[in-house]
């Protein structure tokens, strides 16, 4: 891959180098020593990937990564010196679209952070996310509009056994890069007596995830924590993906973790939960699918619109990374396309009629 590099620590820098050239296959294209200078080498060059420090001088890794994202988007890792001294700035910058983030390695022998396998591991992710994205064949997607039309005839779907009227109701989220602030926007927007359960599945490193939980709580009138194998999804209440194995329905109305399938690129992955959803929940449910780079998800957004569940697919003027909602869109996934802004309202909508 071709990667720049933004941080003005020199030691800092040759670690990343030290690190990289353990790999042929990557190329330094360019170093960057504050975000303005990242944003106008990035014009000139676009890497495949940037890995982005936080606290730098002129330009802070967050700006520099809100304004790449809106003008020459491509995949972000953050890599700054200590994640956990900056989980704010670390939310802000996955809310502007970066995809992940690690402390920077130390190459030192025998550093208890030496860093440099887990650096290598996430940007083997990253590739192979990239590689699945440009892999995928492009499909005439369906209009951008609040209803979704199909793009051609399709074979009616299969509609839900009748429920009881107090069966339960799901919502089913799924989220990648740019999904923080999604999520933060939809979740702020529904009432504290929202009547349904709510399950997200967020690409986020499990070390991030507890924060994250806590951060999305602090932003809505509803109650978020990470979901707990053994789980039941209760109305009123949001559960987070809280590890690096799948989230998926064990059983009906609960929830389990499972390794399987080890060979995806997204962990936790929407895909595994929202064919889980298909398979096993014993309600009814609506399907949303926010913000990501690559297709995760929208295979599973389908699934769900071809049972007879209600599915949402957000906008590409309101996404920060137009891949898994686009996706969705190709495969007329989505019975709407919103921006994410109007998700809420159309939530309250529907579950209001029931």
């Known amino acids: 891959m071709k990667i720049g590099i933004v941080n003005d620590a020199p030691i800092a820098v040759e670690a990343l180098r030290r690190t ?18 990242a944003i106008e080498l990035c014009a000139w ?33 953050v890599v700054t010196g200590d994640v ?3 989980v704010s700035a670390v939310y802000d910058a996955m ?5 992940d983030a690690i402390d920077t390695p130390s190459t030192l022998a025998g550093h208890p952070r030496n860093g440099v396998n887990s650096l290598l591991a996430k940007i083997d992710s990253i590739e192979k996310l990239i590689n699945q994205r440009q892999a995928a064949p492009e499909i005439a997607a369906a209009p951008e509009t609040s209803a979704a039309a199909p ?14 009227p107090n069966s339960k109701y799901l919502v089913a989220i799924g989220a ?11 979740l702020s927007q529904l009432p504290a007596d929202f009547p349904a359960a709510l399950v997200v599945v967020q690409h986020v490193d499990a070390q991030f995830a507890a924060g994250m939980a806590e951060w999305l709580g602090s932003q809505s009138k509803l109650p978020v924590r990470l979901a707990l194998a053994g789980d039941s999804p209760v109305p009123g209440t949001v559960l987070l993906a809280g590890t ?65 569940y209600y599915t949402i697919a957000q906008d590409r003027d309101s996404s920060a990374v137009y891949g898994m909602p686009k996706a969705a869109a190709q495969l007329n996934a989505a019975d709407a396309i919103l921006p994410v802004n109007r998700i809420a309202d159309k939530l309250v909508s529907l579950i209001g009629k029931q």
């Open 20 to 37: 990289l050239a353990l790999r042929q296959d990557h190329e330094i294209i360019w170093i960057a020593e504050d975000g303005r200078r």
């Open 45 to 77: 060059q676009v890497p495949d990937l940037i890995l982005m420090d936080l606290m730098m001088p002129v330009l802070d890794g967050v700006g520099a990564t809100r304004h790449i994202m809106a003008h020459t988007p491509c995949a972000i890792l």
């Open 84 to 86: 956990g001294a900056n």
């Open 95 to 99: 809310a502007y679209g970066a995809l």
């Open 151 to 164: 793009a051609r005839p399709a074979a009616a779907p299969r509609k839900p056994s009748p429920l009881a």
């Open 176 to 186: 990648s890069a740019g999904g923080p602030a999604a999520l933060a926007t939809l």
């Open 244 to 308: 690096d194995d799948h989230l998926r329905l064990t059983r009906p109305f609960q929830l389990g973790y499972t390794e399987q399938p080890s060979g995806y690129p997204y962990r936790p992955s929407i895909d595994v939960f929202f064919q889980s959803v298909v398979e096993a929940w014993a309600g009814k449910a609506i399907g949303i699918l926010l913000t990501g780079m690559g297709r995760d998800g929208a295979l599973g957004l389908k699934a769900m619109r071809d049972k007879g």
